[in-house]
Structures are given as C-alpha cells and as structure tokens.
C-alpha cells in the first residue's frame, strides 16, 4: 500500500522530481524517493525545522494542482478524444458556470488570511471564495471554498472573476480584496543555461503556474524543499540580502554540513536596513557560522556544472566595482530571495495572456500585467488603477480602490497625510495583518445579517477607519513572514546573535542614523559590577552559568538606532539585542508597552523624551540617549527569556537608571544621487508626454500592433524621427520594422515586472558597458 502511493507521488511529481533528483545530484530515480518519504523518518531535533514531507510540499504547488485541476482535464479530454476515429469526434465546449459569493478574497498571504479571518467572525453567515495558486488552505468549511487557480481577468462591473480553469467563473455580491502582495524582479531567462532553470527555485514566484521551465512554489515550500536539501549534504545558494535571504542562509548552514552561499550586489547584507558597521559586523558573524559571504557580487550566468560528474550549478559572478573580478561557485540548488521591502517590490502579476501577435515568439517566459490591465475592458477604461513604477493598486486611506473594490498588503499604496507620500499599505507580517483586518471591516459595511447591519449593533469599536493613523511598518527577526499560523519561533537568526525589531521606516539608506550602544564589553563590564554588588546575585548567576552553556552573545551588542529623515524628523527605531516579547510561554506574542512606546517616540518626534522641556526646544541626542534607556527598561519588564536574550542581557541585573553613558554612533544619509543609482530608467515619453505625467499603468500600452500609425504626427519638419538628436533610436513603435517591434515589446514586458529600484542582483545586457571606455 505505501508503494503504491509512494509510486503515485512519483508519477504526480513528474519534471519536478526529476529536476530536483539532478539538482541534488542524485544517480537514479529511487534513491531520490527520500524526498517522498521524508516525513516518516526519525529527522534529528537540531534540525529545528518543520517536519514535512516533499510530496506533501509539492502537491501544494501551483503546477501539481493546476495538473490535478484544469490543466489535467483538458489532457484527459484530449487524450481521450484521440483514442476516438476522427469520424467520430464531436467537438464538445463545457458551459461556464458562475460560482456566487458574498466575498472573494484574492491572495492567502497575510493580509488575505487576516480579511478572511475577519469576514468569518463579522459575517458568520457569508460565502466566502479564497483564490490562490501557490499557497493552499488546510482544511475548508462550508462556508469558506479554496480555489487554487490563477485569476486571468477580473470585471468590477459584473463583479466577475475569471480563473484559469476555463469551466468556472466567479461573482461576488458585496465585495472582493485583491492581496496578491508583491515580489522582486524577475531573473533575467538570457543569464540562464536552458537546463538549469528547474533548478533555480524563487521564494517570491514570479514565474507562471503553468510555466513548464521553472518551478512556480510558496515560499513555504521553497524553504522546506531548500533545509531538506541541506540537511541532505545539498550545496545551497541564496541570493539576496534581506532578512527572508539571511534567514535561509543561516538556517542552511545550520542544518547541513556544507557551506551556503550568500551573493549580492550591496555592500553588505541588511544594508539598506542595518547602519554599515552594524552590517559588517553582521557580516563577520555569518562568516564565522559557516555562510559563504559575496558581497558586492552579480550573476552574469548560471550553467551546468559537470566537472567530476557533479552535475550541479556553478554560478559566475562579478564584481559590482570590477566587472573582470569574476567567480565561479559551484551549488546543487539556487534560492532566488530578493529584498522587496518598501519601493524594492513590485505588484505586477505573471500570468499567460500573452497578446496574440507575440505568442510564437514568448516560449517559457511569463507575460506581466498590472492589475490594472487584468481588470481593463477593450471599450472602457480600467476602474483599477494602478501605478507604473511598482504596477501597486491605487486605493485610498480606506483601502478602497473602486466601489465593492478593496486592495490591502503589499499589492498596494495608500495616501498617507502624515508623510504627504503614498506608502505600501501593509508591509511585514504584523501591519499586512492589520490592512486585510481593516479592509475586511469596509467590505462589511454593505453586508447585512438578519436584516441588520454589522455596525447597528454594540460592537461599534471596529467600524471603519483611516488606514493613515493605524499603520506603523513592523518587522521582526524571529519570525518569517511568509510562515503563518506558527506559535514557535521560525527563524535561526537568533542563533547567530541577531535579534532586531524595526518599527516605522527603517531605511539606512534615504535616512541618516542615531545608535546608542551599550556594547558587549560595556555590558560584561556592567554584569561584573552587579555581581560583585550583590552577593545573591553572584551566587544566582553562579548557579546559571553551571546549568546553562555558553550563550552567543549579540552581535556588536545591545543598543536602539534611531532612524530620522532629512528634515530630522525619527520616522523609524530599531531595538538590537533585546527581548521584544512578551515573556510568557506564547514566545510570539509582542511587547504591547514596547511597541506603543516606539509608536509613540516617532508619533512625536521624540517628545516625550524631553522631560518638561520647551514646545521650541530642539531634539537632542541627550534625549534620544535617555528615550534608549527607558525603552530597554520596557524590554526587559516583561521578564526575560532564555530563548530570545542572550547571556550578557541575562546576567545584566544593574537598573536602568544606573546604566553608563552608551556610545553614540552617527551615520549620514547616502545623497539623492547615490540612493537612485539602482532606479530602472523606463521609457515614458516615447508617446510625446510631458515628464511626470504617465503615473499610472495606461491600458493600451500593449496595443501598439492594433493601432493605426498616426499619419500626421511627423508633417513638418520632414525628416526621420531617429534621425532626432533628443531621440533614441528606435523609441517609436510606428517606425520601427517587425524584428525591432518584437524586441522592444519583449523588453518592455521585462521592466514591467521590474520594481522602480530593485536590489542589485544581476549583470543584466549593457551594464558591463557602464565601467569600460567607448
């Protein structure tokens, strides 16, 4: 019985096991069955990781469902059909049905289970329709439907959603929340050998579900299938320098035996979070852990490596400042993990609504559309609007974009009168929670039960609200954001000594910042004060140090950055090396008093640290000191924890008041000109407008080929419009031949998936050209 099963796995897995036995270097098909199988052995504890099997990982993947739903009956069809004579066949078109839903929610990520979660608890009597290809629901009840296929259009004004699977429609009656969040750029297929693309995973899929070249998984299976390779002696390569990228690498070289690698274009990982000698520091300390560290590195090419019968990948890099510095690194399997924080990610969605003029020529690539151009009518513009650098849905403080059309996460930019800028409605785990909450809360405002409005009733607290004032941007470093429904802790960056919370906008980059530091040496000093002061605590912490081995102590040490933009103004604080929980058994659970004080800190430009002082006076970094020391106290209030703190922060027993001066350490903000040198350029006045005019995604941006050439836009003067001195050869579609018009569209399609300044990964054609001569 279990062969028969395991044969079937097999048989389901098809390429993707295939691809993944050679990754892994595997000789036959049976010796990779432990992929299958994983789950029923003893995996040993150290391992930390949870333990789920690769056939239960991949049978939540959108290929395997798209192959167990749509894609695997219109094969039976077909095969069935062919077994018919030609004489006998009938051409037979199944009818479209249309499902009813009170709601739809489009995305499973966090904003997208947090507006389900709400939905059900308002509104215990709606239907509710859940739409998402790569990540799949547990269990589904009668009231909620999981639907795992791709949205190929939506119609705000029939309030319909099409799927890929051609056989069913979907309609909604009081609203829909598009939270498909956002992803990097996409790895640029020339940079590629053809046979290693089934071997380079992206924990962000940017690649279609039906797409036959690269696997198209959830970030939760791409970081079970990545520790179960390590764990296997697999050679893992990471690229990015994020914190979901870090993580990976760490908990990589923590559960296998070989050294993963880390690559990126920045100077150092977590830079454009972390000031710089925190990030070198961070950077000395994943060395010592076993991480192959590439700063500075870009990927001209990845081909097959087949020296001593490997038959793994080898990656060439080059250098950022040296492009004939390169480097060959040989890895089994390539995690693609760019860092798409803020204006780093971009929305725009890979699907397979290729224009009809283009299909011969697009084979494996995926076509990218806004939202915007998925909900576009051929005769009536769009009612979703999106914008052109990040292809991010348009919607108010109310995360509303159009009536009964709401959009929350990272899908989306909001108005924020704070700021005066639109900011990302929703980034990181706890604030995307917050924004699908919120939108849920509007979506039921047309939504009625038992004749009576949700609103009507006593619960009148959780009406609608101003996204404007309940946002703050929160990110951790236990816990990842894409791993839900997890009450343990999900990374291993505390392991290493790094444990950070970043609330507001933490930008190292745009902004300068203010560090006050009690260092490890300061903080050893301090224990040996205490100790010596108090006898019960000698003896106490004589005690723990028998029972308990060497803790890893905080890198650099513990401390509060303080990040304040150009006008001075704190926009952003960063605890380091302190407990942020609660201290009680649920680990997860935050320090509310923390948090709110840190809320409060930026809320008044540091405020209330200037104890009674004038409405006029200055902000100091007197005050900013004094605010650090009592934010510690609130860290360590709520009790401390073996598991979160280190041993310098355990044995620390000395009162806050009695805390020496920290060391203040400054770092100014990078200029304009060197924070935009990553910005994608895009071609926005081939079309004669004005700059700052194209904002927004057009809808007809792909219809050059049905257009009719203007006939009277080049009268006078009469000359060649390439022959322009102002003018690029070539940025006139009507001028161009059809070889010409191929290519730009191609690339065109390219950009548009790029985000306005994505993290340096790749040595993309003509950026070699930028360091030589002409």
Known sequence: MRFQSLTHGVQRLGSYENSLRLALGFASLTSATWLLTAADENIEDETKYEKLSYAETVMKSPRLLATSGSTMDRRAQASSSSNVDNSQQSVTVEPIKTVDYDFIVLGNGNA????????REKCSSAKIALVDPLRAITSTTKKLDYWPHTVTGFDPVTRTVQLSDPTHHLRYQHGILIATGSRGAPPPP???????????????????????????????????????????????????????????????????????????????????????????????????????????????????????GRNGLEVHTAKSYDMIDTKR???????????????????????????????????????????????????????????????????????????????????????????????????????????????????????TEQGRSLFSGEDSSEGPKSFAGESFPLSRSDMCTYLHGDT???????????????????????????????????????????????PISRRRTTRRQSRSSTPISPVYGIGVVYYLDRKGRVRGIMTWGLPFTSGKKESHVLNEALVSRMKEVICTNGGISQWGAGENSFLHSFHLSEESKKLIGLSLAKG??????????????????????????????????????????????AQGEARGESLYVKDDDEEFDSLRPPTLMYVFPMHNPRDSPGNVSGDVPFYMNKQERLERALIENEQRARPSKEEPLWLRRGDARRATSQ
């Not at 500075?296 to 990845?302: A, D, E, H, K, T």
């Not at 919370?501 to 301090?526: I, K, P, Y």
């Not at 000395?654 to 910005?679: C, D, F």
Request: glycine content about 6%.
């Open 112 to 119: 997208g289970l947090s507006a389900v979660r709400t939905l």
């Open 640 to 685: 401390l924890s073996r598991r979160n703190t280190s041993g310098n922060m355990q044995r620390l027993m000395v009162p806050v008041e009695q805390m020496g001066k920290p060391l203040h350490r400054y770092t100014p903000a990078k200029p304009s000109s060197i924070t935009g040198l990553q910005m994608v350029k895009r071609n926005d006045n």
């Open 488 to 534: 343990a802790r999900t990374t291993y960056l505390s392991d290493i000594g790094v444990t950070a919370l970043c609330v507001g906008q933490c930008d190292s980059e745009r902004m300068s910042t203010h560090g006050f530091w009690w260092t490890n040496q300061s903080a050893q000093r301090l224990s040996v004060q205490a100790i010596e002061a108090d």
């Open 190 to 308: 020339s940079l590629f050998d053809e046979e290693t693309m089934d071997r380079v995973l992206e924990l962000r899929s940017t690649s279609s579900p039906d797409n036959t070249a690269r696997p198209a998984l959830s970030p939760k299976a791409v970081r079970q299938m990545t520790l179960q390779a390590a764990s296997r002696g697999a050679t893992i390569g990471v690229l990015g320098s994020g914190w979901e990228a870090v993580e990976l690498a760490v908990a990589a070289a923590s559960v296998g035996s070989k050294e993963p690698l880390l690559a990126f274009g920045s100077a150092a990982p977590l830079s454009h979070i972390l000031p710089r000698y925190l990030s070198t520091a961070v950077t000395r300390r994943l060395r010592q852990q076993g991480v192959d560290i590439q700063p500075r590195s870009l990927v001209r090419y990845v081909s097959l490596d087949r020296q001593q």
């Open 329 to 447: 690194t040989s890895v089994d399997l390539l995690v693609v993990a760019p860092y798409i924080d803020s204006s780093c990610g971009t929305a725009v969605l890979p699907t397979a609504n290729v224009p009809q003029h283009l299909e011969p020529f697009v084979n494996t690539q995926p076509w990218f559309q806004s939202w915007s151009q998925l909900a576009s009518l051929p005769t009536n513009p769009s009612i979703v609007v999106c914008y052109a650098d990040d292809g991010r849905i348009m919607v108010n403080s109310e995360l509303q974009a159009a009536s009964r059309v709401y959009a929350a996460g990272s899908v989306a930019r909001y108005p924020n009168s704070i700021t005066g800028n639109a900011h990302v409605a929703g980034e990181g785990r706890e604030d995307g929670a917050r924004a699908g909450r919120m939108a849920a809360l509007h979506m039921a405002r047309d939504y």
